[in-house]
Protein backbone atom coordinates (compact mmCIF):
# COMPACT_ATOMS: atom_id res chain seq x y z
CA UNK A 1 0.00 0.00 0.00
CA UNK A 2 3.06 2.33 0.87
CA UNK A 3 4.29 1.59 -2.19
CA UNK A 4 1.22 2.24 -3.99
CA UNK A 5 0.75 5.34 -2.66
CA UNK A 6 4.19 6.71 -3.16
CA UNK A 7 3.45 5.71 -6.97
CA UNK A 8 0.39 7.49 -7.26
CA UNK A 9 1.90 10.98 -5.48
CA UNK A 10 4.95 10.84 -8.05
CA UNK A 11 2.90 10.14 -10.75
CA UNK A 12 2.39 13.46 -13.33
CA UNK A 13 -1.09 14.31 -13.82
CA UNK A 14 -2.63 13.96 -17.41
CA UNK A 15 -5.68 16.45 -18.48
CA UNK A 16 -8.41 14.43 -19.49
CA UNK A 17 -8.41 16.10 -23.16
CA UNK A 18 -4.75 15.95 -23.30
CA UNK A 19 -4.29 15.03 -26.48
CA UNK A 20 -6.85 17.66 -27.94
CA UNK A 21 -4.60 20.26 -26.21
CA UNK A 22 -1.33 19.88 -28.46
CA UNK A 23 -2.65 21.95 -31.41
CA UNK A 24 -4.30 21.29 -34.28
CA UNK A 25 -1.95 19.49 -35.77
CA UNK A 26 -0.43 17.42 -33.28
CA UNK A 27 -2.38 14.14 -34.20
CA UNK A 28 -2.85 14.50 -37.62
CA UNK A 29 -0.37 12.90 -40.46
CA UNK A 30 2.08 14.63 -42.71
CA UNK A 31 1.52 15.73 -46.06
CA UNK A 32 4.13 13.89 -48.08
CA UNK A 33 6.66 16.75 -48.81
CA UNK A 34 5.80 18.91 -52.62
CA UNK A 35 9.36 18.95 -54.93
CA UNK A 36 9.72 21.23 -57.47
CA UNK A 37 12.83 22.27 -59.23
CA UNK A 38 14.31 25.57 -59.82
CA UNK A 39 16.76 25.61 -63.02
CA UNK A 40 19.01 28.83 -62.88
CA UNK A 41 22.10 29.54 -65.11
CA UNK A 42 25.37 29.93 -64.08
CA UNK A 43 25.63 33.55 -64.13
CA UNK A 44 22.68 33.64 -62.03
CA UNK A 45 24.00 31.33 -59.02
CA UNK A 46 27.27 32.99 -59.87
CA UNK A 47 25.55 36.55 -58.82
CA UNK A 48 22.63 35.50 -56.65
CA UNK A 49 19.32 36.90 -57.22
CA UNK A 50 15.85 36.91 -55.89
CA UNK A 51 12.92 34.69 -57.42
CA UNK A 52 9.47 35.14 -56.87
CA UNK A 53 7.49 31.90 -57.62
CA UNK A 54 3.64 31.72 -57.88
CA UNK A 55 2.07 28.61 -56.57
CA UNK A 56 -1.36 27.82 -56.04
CA UNK A 57 -2.91 25.88 -52.71
CA UNK A 58 -6.28 24.18 -51.73
CA UNK A 59 -7.74 25.66 -48.63
CA UNK A 60 -10.22 23.58 -46.86
CA UNK A 61 -13.13 25.29 -45.88
CA UNK A 62 -16.63 24.94 -43.76
CA UNK A 63 -18.69 22.40 -44.98
CA UNK A 64 -14.94 20.54 -46.26
CA UNK A 65 -15.18 22.34 -49.19
CA UNK A 66 -12.24 23.91 -51.07
CA UNK A 67 -10.81 27.03 -52.03
CA UNK A 68 -7.97 27.64 -54.33
CA UNK A 69 -5.56 30.55 -53.48
CA UNK A 70 -2.56 31.84 -54.67
CA UNK A 71 0.99 32.63 -53.40
CA UNK A 72 4.15 33.86 -53.30
CA UNK A 73 7.08 32.40 -52.64
CA UNK A 74 10.35 34.44 -52.30
CA UNK A 75 13.86 32.55 -52.97
CA UNK A 76 16.82 34.33 -52.04
CA UNK A 77 19.36 32.73 -54.03
CA UNK A 78 22.67 33.07 -52.61
CA UNK A 79 26.00 33.61 -54.96
CA UNK A 80 27.90 29.94 -55.04
CA UNK A 81 24.96 28.36 -54.29
CA UNK A 82 25.06 24.65 -56.53
CA UNK A 83 23.50 22.61 -57.80
CA UNK A 84 21.32 20.59 -55.43
CA UNK A 85 21.03 22.88 -53.20
CA UNK A 86 17.44 22.43 -51.12
CA UNK A 87 14.92 25.36 -49.83
CA UNK A 88 12.12 24.81 -47.90
CA UNK A 89 8.56 26.62 -47.18
CA UNK A 90 7.40 24.70 -43.96
CA UNK A 91 3.55 24.33 -44.13
CA UNK A 92 2.69 25.65 -47.58
CA UNK A 93 1.03 23.21 -49.06
CA UNK A 94 -3.03 22.01 -49.07
CA UNK A 95 -4.34 23.06 -45.89
CA UNK A 96 -6.92 20.46 -45.24
CA UNK A 97 -8.59 18.99 -41.57
CA UNK A 98 -7.15 15.46 -42.06
CA UNK A 99 -3.42 16.56 -42.44
CA UNK A 100 -0.62 18.70 -41.79
CA UNK A 101 0.35 20.54 -44.54
CA UNK A 102 2.80 19.39 -46.99
CA UNK A 103 6.44 21.31 -47.02
CA UNK A 104 7.23 22.81 -50.33
CA UNK A 105 10.98 21.84 -50.98
CA UNK A 106 12.60 23.46 -54.03
CA UNK A 107 16.12 22.00 -55.20
CA UNK A 108 18.28 23.95 -57.28
CA UNK A 109 19.26 22.34 -61.15
CA UNK A 110 22.13 24.24 -62.79
CA UNK A 111 21.82 24.28 -66.19
CA UNK A 112 24.49 23.78 -68.58
CA UNK A 113 26.57 25.84 -69.98
CA UNK A 114 27.59 26.56 -73.18
CA UNK A 115 31.59 27.58 -72.30
CA UNK A 116 32.34 26.45 -69.09
CA UNK A 117 32.09 23.32 -66.88
CA UNK A 118 31.54 23.66 -63.22
CA UNK A 119 33.68 22.19 -60.82
CA UNK A 120 33.29 22.94 -57.13
CA UNK A 121 33.92 26.50 -57.00
CA UNK A 122 36.31 26.43 -59.90
CA UNK A 123 35.50 26.96 -63.56
CA UNK A 124 36.85 24.74 -66.20
CA UNK A 125 37.46 25.89 -70.08
CA UNK A 126 38.65 23.74 -72.64
CA UNK A 127 40.91 24.92 -74.93
CA UNK A 128 42.01 23.33 -78.46
CA UNK A 129 45.34 24.20 -79.95
CA UNK A 130 45.98 23.64 -83.54
CA UNK A 131 49.46 21.64 -83.64
CA UNK A 132 51.52 24.68 -84.79
CA UNK A 133 50.07 26.45 -81.95
CA UNK A 134 50.38 23.99 -79.43
CA UNK A 135 54.18 23.40 -80.63
CA UNK A 136 55.31 27.61 -81.30
CA UNK A 137 52.79 29.19 -78.60
CA UNK A 138 50.18 31.17 -79.17
CA UNK A 139 47.25 34.26 -77.90
CA UNK A 140 44.11 32.89 -77.19
CA UNK A 141 40.81 34.83 -75.72
CA UNK A 142 39.17 33.43 -72.51
CA UNK A 143 35.68 34.61 -71.90
CA UNK A 144 35.25 35.54 -68.52
CA UNK A 145 31.48 34.61 -66.61
CA UNK A 146 31.27 37.91 -65.37
CA UNK A 147 32.51 40.24 -67.91
CA UNK A 148 31.18 40.76 -71.62
CA UNK A 149 35.27 41.53 -72.20
CA UNK A 150 37.30 38.59 -72.78
CA UNK A 151 41.07 37.65 -70.87
CA UNK A 152 43.81 37.60 -73.15
CA UNK A 153 46.53 34.94 -72.39
CA UNK A 154 49.69 33.95 -74.15
CA UNK A 155 50.28 30.62 -74.33
CA UNK A 156 54.29 29.74 -74.25
CA UNK A 157 55.68 27.10 -77.07
CA UNK A 158 55.05 23.62 -76.15
CA UNK A 159 51.91 23.01 -74.79
CA UNK A 160 51.46 19.34 -74.57
CA UNK A 161 47.68 17.64 -74.98
CA UNK A 162 46.37 17.48 -71.30
CA UNK A 163 48.21 20.39 -70.18
CA UNK A 164 46.43 22.83 -67.63
CA UNK A 165 46.88 26.37 -66.89
CA UNK A 166 45.08 28.12 -63.65
CA UNK A 167 43.92 31.91 -63.67
CA UNK A 168 43.13 32.74 -60.33
CA UNK A 169 40.24 34.19 -58.37
CA UNK A 170 38.07 33.90 -62.00
CA UNK A 171 35.70 31.34 -60.77
CA UNK A 172 32.53 31.46 -59.48
CA UNK A 173 31.73 33.35 -55.98
CA UNK A 174 31.72 31.47 -52.95
CA UNK A 175 28.76 30.28 -51.28
CA UNK A 176 30.79 30.63 -47.54
CA UNK A 177 32.09 34.16 -48.30
CA UNK A 178 30.56 35.69 -51.81
CA UNK A 179 34.10 38.34 -51.65
CA UNK A 180 36.32 34.70 -52.82
CA UNK A 181 36.23 33.08 -55.46
CA UNK A 182 37.01 29.65 -57.22
CA UNK A 183 39.73 29.85 -60.39
CA UNK A 184 39.66 29.72 -63.84
CA UNK A 185 41.46 26.30 -64.81
CA UNK A 186 42.15 26.13 -68.52
CA UNK A 187 42.23 22.28 -69.94
CA UNK A 188 44.21 21.98 -73.47
CA UNK A 189 43.80 19.80 -76.42
CA UNK A 190 45.10 19.61 -79.54
CA UNK A 191 43.79 18.84 -82.91
CA UNK A 192 45.97 17.17 -85.10
CA UNK A 193 46.02 16.93 -88.75
CA UNK A 194 44.04 14.05 -90.85
CA UNK A 195 46.73 13.85 -93.39
CA UNK A 196 50.30 15.59 -94.36
CA UNK A 197 51.45 15.55 -97.62
CA UNK A 198 55.37 14.13 -98.46
CA UNK A 199 56.76 17.19 -98.59
CA UNK A 200 55.28 17.98 -95.01
CA UNK A 201 56.88 15.01 -93.51
CA UNK A 202 59.80 15.58 -95.01
CA UNK A 203 60.06 18.99 -93.57
CA UNK A 204 58.84 17.64 -90.34
CA UNK A 205 61.58 15.02 -90.28
CA UNK A 206 64.42 17.54 -90.67
CA UNK A 207 62.94 20.02 -88.43
CA UNK A 208 61.73 17.68 -84.87
CA UNK A 209 64.30 15.29 -83.02
CA UNK A 210 63.90 11.76 -82.99
CA UNK A 211 63.55 11.56 -79.38
Wanted: with cysteine.
Amino acid sequence: KQWYQRRVRGAKKRPAFDNFCRGPFENRPKDKEVIKELALTLEELHTGLTKRIKITKKIESERSKFRVVERILEIKVRPGWKDGTRITFEREGNVSSDAIPADIVFIIREKPHPVFERVGDDLVYHVTLSLRSSLTGTDISVPLIDSTSPLDVRLPPLVAPGTTKVIPCQGIRSQRDAAKRGDMILKFAVSYPTSLSETQIEALQRILPEE
